[in-house]
């Protein structure tokens, strides 16, 4: 394990930076600066599947105004009413830190942070990543319970939430085409609860979107054209 302290924002940021799979970034307080979204924007960029978990309750409103610039790169954005812990884990490795993903933080704050390697520390690594599941769970019971539509939520598995392969869709099955989660199937509504929220605020049918409405691959979507070309034809 490698333990540092002062600012810290830079075991942050090579945590994300290094990841090639999956990443959860889970903490209270969120206000990203211009490194950390950089940082984010290429991960999405990679491939690498983006969980952000943050305090909902009071907060929720102002933490999901702080993320949505953000939110065409993340998988999922989620809330726990009272979440305190501050954990960011990649497939290769977890820092458990004081520091919250705050501007304010990275720039003058003191901190600390434990880096732990899942290759050195695989134990350690493993009781992390239960941490991350458990977080997962919580903030989908959440998003459930906010939720003002049908449909599933979030399908995570033990390799850091990212969707089981093989696993086969319900018929009539729709999917939401920013964040991917199941829905119901409806052209007219594409968009999941949470995120039609985020996009009611700019209103753009045309804003490109990241899957297909009916197969959830990765496609160059929108509210006007919910479908990839694929589903389209078939649809035809």
């Known amino acids: 394990m490698i333990v540092t302290h002062g600012s810290v924002q830079q075991d942050i940021l090579n945590l994300i930076s ?30 690498v599947v983006i ?29 726990i009413e009272r979440l305190h812990a501050k954990v960011y884990l990649s497939e290769q490795a977890a820092v458990l830190s004081s520091m919250n993903l705050l501007a304010s933080s990275a720039l003058d704050s003191v901190e600390f942070a434990v880096t732990v390697l899942k290759q050195l520390h695989p134990d350690g690594y493993q009781q992390a990543l239960k941490v991350c599941e458990s977080l997962i769970a919580m903030a989908e019971q959440d998003r459930l319970r ?13 390799a850091l939430g990212q969707p089981q392969r093989g696993t086969p869709r319900q018929r009539g099955a729709g999917h939401c085409i920013r964040c991917g989660d199941e829905i119901a199937r409806n052209l007219d509504k594409p968009l999941c609860p949470d995120c039609y929220k985020t996009w ?13 409405h009916h197969c959830a691959r990765k496609a160059a979507t929108s509210m006007r054209k919910p479908l990839c070309r694929s589903c389209y034809e078939a649809a035809a």
């Open 18 to 47: 290094g990841a090639q799979q999956a990443l959860v970034l889970a903490c209270p307080y969120f206000d990203p600066w211009r490194g950390l979204t950089a940082a984010i924007e290429r991960a999405h960029a990679r491939g």
């Open 51 to 79: 969980h952000l978990i943050l305090r909902g309750a009071d907060e929720r409103e102002r933490h999901a105004a702080a993320a949505s610039a953000l939110r065409p790169f993340l998988s999922s954005l989620r809330f």
């Open 146 to 158: 906010h939720s003002t539509g049908g449909g599933g939520g979030l399908r995570v598995t033990p």
């Open 200 to 212: 009611s605020k700019y209103s753009d049918e045309d804003y490109v979107e990241e899957r297909c």
